[in-house]
């Protein structure tokens, strides 16, 4: 599994983000999927998980009530929709896919498969 993730930049606080992550392979709809980040000297954390089948979703704390994910398996991609960014989003986004795992995990060693990550910048 490839994956391939896309969609950040610089924003204000307050604004919203859209991500994007393509994979490539024939896994991706047997796949639990997420959306880790990491901020400067911080360790890289489970903001949202995915079961494969989109019914049970994981948020973190922070994550919760302004983050949204969700996937397209047709299409095999993942989305994570941020809104009401706050300056301590900023960090660098991965996705991450466990081929085959059915339960939500949301440790790094959970996934096998990681995007190379994309640039959250939020200022206030």
């Known amino acids: 599994v490839q994956l391939q993730a896309s969609g950040g930049g610089s924003v204000q606080a307050g604004d919203s983000l859209s991500l994007s992550c393509v994979a490539s392979?024939?896994?991706?709809?047997?796949?639990?999927m997420a959306w880790f980040r990491q901020a400067p000297g911080k360790e890289r954390e489970c903001v949202a998980a995915i079961q494969w089948s989109g019914v049970t979703t994981y948020y973190s704390d922070s994550a919760k009530g302004r983050f949204t994910i969700f996937r397209n398996n047709a299409k095999s991609t993942l989305y994570l929709q941020m809104n009401s960014l706050i300056p301590e989003d900023t960090a660098v986004y991965y996705c991450?896919?466990?081929?085959?795992?059915?339960?939500?995990?949301?440790?790094?060693?959970?996934?096998?498969?990681w995007g190379q990550g994309t640039q959250v910048t939020v200022s206030s």
């Open positions: 392979g024939d896994t991706f709809s047997r796949s639990l």
């Open positions: 991450a896919a466990a081929a085959g795992r059915l339960r939500i995990g949301i440790r790094r060693e959970d996934y096998g498969y």
